[in-house]
């Protein structure tokens, strides 16, 4: 089986602007959870959506937006670019029974740099 | 607000020895998950644990949750330089939402 795949791997953007970035997930996954990490915060969960609604959301401000299509693959955008936005975003898929999410697997990730 | 404390944050050791890194908390789990992040990677999925007092072995990793099902350890013996990055535990509440450690950043010297 393919693994979660994301795009893009590296994104400069500057202050002010917005980015969407691309996660597909493992095939038959059908929840695909983001987070965001930076060296002084560590790992920070974003939201999880599943069959295209979102299930969880973590403690980001509206900037941070997201969506799941019918073939689980999902986006997230953030808006009017900050430079603390700076991190490495991370998407990952789960195998879900009864609606329980289990492990997660992760892709490679994408680096923003906000300038 | 639900804390997985991991411990010690940092740790660099020389190859061959042994290590043991820690995941506590005051809250229960469900299940609870080891993961290895390499640098400019996302986090891999070692094992997960699901039964209080369980252990699980990996080659030369071993993996116990806490018999209250609150906390966990890794331990690693004759630690080698492959074994270098950065280690996260995620606990799972009875909400099914994972809670992270901070993570424990490993360099295992040659």
Redesign the interface.
């Known amino acids: 089986k393919a693994g979660?795949t994301q795009t893009p791997r590296y994104l400069i953007k500057t202050r002010g602007q917005q980015v969407t970035l691309s996660c597909s997930p493992i095939s038959g996954h059908r929840s695909v959870s983001w987070y965001q990490q930076t060296p002084g915060q560590?790992?920070q969960?974003l939201f999880e959506y599943f069959s295209e609604t979102q299930r969880?959301k973590g403690n980001f401000p509206g900037r941070f937006s997201g969506r799941q299509f019918s073939n689980s693959r999902s986006e997230m955008n953030v808006s009017t670019l900050e430079l603390g936005d700076s991190a490495l975003y991370?998407c990952?898929s789960s195998s879900t029974l009864s609606?329980?999410?289990?492990?997660?697997?992760?892709?490679?990730?994408t680096?923003l740099t906000v300038t | 607000t639900q804390l997985l404390e991991q411990s010690p944050q940092f740790l660099s050791i020389q190859e061959g020895e042994n290590l043991t890194v820690y995941c506590n908390s005051s809250s229960v789990f469900s299940s609870l998950q080891w993961y290895r992040q390499e640098p400019g990677e996302g986090p891999v999925l070692l094992v997960t644990v699901v039964t209080g007092g369980e252990v699980k072995k990996l080659k030369r990793l071993t993996f116990q949750f806490g018999d209250a099902r609150k906390d966990s350890s890794l331990h690693i013996t004759a630690a080698q330089p492959g074994d270098t990055g950065l280690y996260l535990c995620a606990g799972q509440d009875s909400n099914y939402q994972l809670i992270w450690g901070a993570g424990t950043k490993l360099i295992i010297k040659p």
Do not use: C, I, T
């Not at chain 1, 609606?99 to 990730?109: A, I, R």
């Open positions: 979660v560590g790992l969960f969880n991370l990952a609606g329980v999410s289990y492990e997660q697997y992760f892709g490679p990730g680096r």
